[in-house]
């Protein structure tokens, strides 16, 4: 490679910074590190010398069997996922979308789902009509629908400018992704991959000279942006990637790119058109409190966010964050750059990739700091077709051994395979944990009154980072049991009359016998509280050290007793810190002595959240928060517990808590 000796320093710092930002040391202030390696990124692209290109690798010649090679890594890479069980929002998908009415009720935004996404939920109403009530069939589908993503992205490498051969290693680099494997490990992610897919069609089916094709030739690329659109809001800068192609990435083709803007722009358009009377705005998820949609409507702001914080790991190499292979994927990556950064085909292919990836990683920015990089790995499955380009091309030009090359592309298959098997241990413990909490939480409510309504406590979000029933508990218990009149309400939303408790004990690491549930039916009071007696549950004299308790994980509700400090934070849900059932007459002025406060992750500090769960002499529950100190037992009370929150993304901090008997 020729290169000056100020570009290799320059490739130098951007190598430091992937390293670093991979392995999670910051080097001074984020954004001053992340301009850095923009600006290195920069210098070495325009100011390397070009040099010839080397000669690519062993690759078949002829689409067909490009496709044969790719259903035979994709059948060594995706087998495993098949056995995997229905997880998370699975379970949504099949009983509201199977479960709907009409196939037109099942394509539509369901309530409270602000997305516009018919295309994937098509499948789970075909599971229905067909009977289908095992994940295989779904997993299988994703297996053929990545397969397909990789296939559509060797045309659309093709239609970037490269060569035969880096299209073939670039469709091998998709497939070999460990966002593959992640993504298609949940039955219900059919979204990345028709929306990765769609808008790679799209791209490899831009007419090669756009401002003289008729009309008749953008009606196929223009459906499958429509398509694309419809999938996943992640491709809704698809329009701006097609200006970028259809221009062959040169200023001079302006005109090339506007004609290609212009028909993928006016689908989008429409698409964004119907999301107002669909969605009664332009939908989407949301950051935080913000009400501003992650997707398209704050790329800029997620951009600018973005620049100002770590970047993840996981847009290296999306691997457990402990495990040591997230600093050899850096190093790989960052020497496969400077292999290849000074060639013409590197270059070109670095410059077309990034710009593909970037538009693709934009739209889902301010989601990376929800979850694990298990949970967030379906971002990176339309980015990882850009990045793939980058890395084939990069390899392709470098060396002078056309074997060479071809290993080093082998060993790079072989990492991103290997990250995949790696990040399979998870699976196969919470696919375990999920299956036992299941059945019994199903055996349990399984004579249970009709139309029950239950308190669901302990349940896990996550287990070992892979989410297992958040935000979909309700649903899974319903398809579980066969009782889809059941109302499992979960703890952070249970307010009003309940039925009966359902709670899980379940620890992180626990062995799968001691797993189980409970149905209880009445509190168990650890004391009777009289006029006059103060019980204090908790109190210490030093806040520190506070022992981190992430709820994502361990159970969402504790036997809290008197030890040191815990500090708790709040995840996808919430996280409840239940003190000893108490007794009291009814009547009776109990009033709270609680030193405590909430932090939330802006910097914001408020009370602490407390709920009262009462036991009725009739047999039922009922849950309510408090907004003061003070309060009566109410008449036909049998027994009572608070409960502290920690809520969404924030900690709880506790000192003291203690309840005082004031009057009767």
């Excluded at 942006?225 to 302006?254: H, I, N, T, Y």
């Excluded at 990089?373 to 990882?384: E, I, N």
Aim: aromatic content about 10%; some cysteine.
């Amino acid at each position: 490679m020729s290169a000056t000796p100020g570009q290799r320093a320059c490739v130098f710092v951007l190598t430091l910074c992937m390293v670093a930002s991979a392995l999670g040391v910051a080097l001074g202030r984020p954004e001053v590190a992340n301009g850095s390696a923009l600006l290195a990124l920069a210098i070495a692209l325009f100011g390397a010398r070009r040099e010839q290109d080397a000669g690519g690798f062993v690759a078949p010649r002829t689409f067909p069997a490009t496709a044969f090679c790719l259903v035979l890594l994709a059948t060594a890479i995706l087998w495993p996922i098949l056995w995997i069980p229905f997880l998370s929002d699975d379970y949504w998908h099949l009983v509201v979308k199977g479960g709907a009415p009409s196939t037109w009720d099942a394509l539509l935004p369901a309530k409270g789902y602000p997305f516009l996404r018919p295309i994937p939920y098509l499948p789970w109403r075909l599971y229905a009509a067909l009977g289908v009530d095992s994940a295989v069939v779904p997993h299988l589908l994703n297996g053929l629908l990545a397969t397909a993503t990789a296939a559509a992205g060797w045309l659309a490498f093709r239609r970037c400018g490269a060569p035969r051969s880096v299209a073939f290693a670039g469709a091998f680099l998709v497939l070999a992704h460990p966002a593959t494997r992640h993504a298609a490990s949940y039955a219900h992610n059919t979204y990345p991959f028709f929306s990765a897919g769609f808008a790679a069609l799209c791209i490899g089916l831009i007419p090669a000279r756009p401002a003289r094709a008729p009309w008749h030739r953008w009606i196929a690329p223009s459906a499958a942006a429509a398509a694309a659109f419809l999938s996943k809001e992640d491709s809704f800068l698809l329009p701006v990637a097609a200006a970028l192609v259809g221009a062959q990435f040169r200023p001079r083709r302006w005109r090339d790119g506007l004609r290609a803007l212009v028909p993928i722009a006016l689908v989008l358009a429409v698409i964004l058109a119907l999301r107002f009377p669909l969605l009664g705005g332009f939908g989407g998820y949301s950051q935080g409190k913000s009400t501003d949609s992650a997707h398209a409507a704050g790329v800029v702001g997620a951009a600018l966010a973005a620049l100002k914080s770590q970047i993840p790991s996981a847009v290296v190499l999306p691997i457990r964050d402990s495990s040591p292979w997230v600093g050899v994927g850096a190093v790989v990556t960052a020497s496969v750059l400077l292999a290849g950064f000074g060639t013409r085909l590197g270059r070109r292919g670095l410059l077309r990739g990034l710009a593909l990836a970037i538009l693709a990683l934009a739209p889902g920015l301010t989601l990376w700091g929800r979850g694990s990089a298990h949970a967030a790995a379906h971002l990176l499955v339309w980015p990882s077709i850009g990045l793939s380009l980058i890395v084939a091309s990069c390899v392709a030009g470098a060396g002078r051994s056309r074997a060479m090359r071809t290993a080093a592309l082998a060993a790079l298959i072989a990492l991103g395979v290997g990250a995949g098997w790696i990040n399979a241990g998870p699976w196969e413990r919470a696919s375990e944990v999920g299956d036992r909490l299941l059945r019994s939480a199903a055996e349990q409510v399984r004579d249970a009154p009709p139309k029950a309504r239950l308190i669901v406590y302990g349940f896990p979000d996550t287990v070992g980072g892979v989410v297992t029933f958040r935000n979909s508990f309700p649903w899974a218990l319903q398809h579980a049991a066969a009782r889809p009149e059941l109302d499992a309400v979960p703890q952070h939303l249970a307010f009003g009359r309940f039925d009966a408790i359902l709670e899980a004990t379940y620890e992180e690491g626990a062995p799968i016998d001691a797993i189980a549930s409970r149905w209880t039916r009445a509190l168990e009071p650890s004391r009777e509280l009289h006029h006059g007696e103060r019980w204090v549950a908790f109190e210490t004299q030093s806040p520190s050290p506070m022992k981190r308790f992430d709820v994502n994980d361990p159970p969402k509700s504790l036997r809290f007793e008197p030890q040191a400090p815990r500090e708790f934070r709040g995840g996808g849900s919430t996280g409840i810190l239940a003190f000893p059932a108490f007794s009291s007459p009814p009547g009776t002025r109990l009033r709270l002595d609680v030193d405590g406060e909430t932090r939330w992750d802006s910097g914001e500090i408020t009370p602490v959240a407390i709920c009262v769960l009462f036991e009725r002499t009739d047999g039922s529950f009922e849950r309510i928060p408090l907004t003061g100190t003070e309060g009566v037992v109410p008449q036909g009370v049998r027994a009572l517990r608070f409960e502290l929150a920690a809520l969404g993304t924030s900690t709880l901090l506790l000192r003291r808590f203690s309840v005082e008997a004031i009057r009767e």
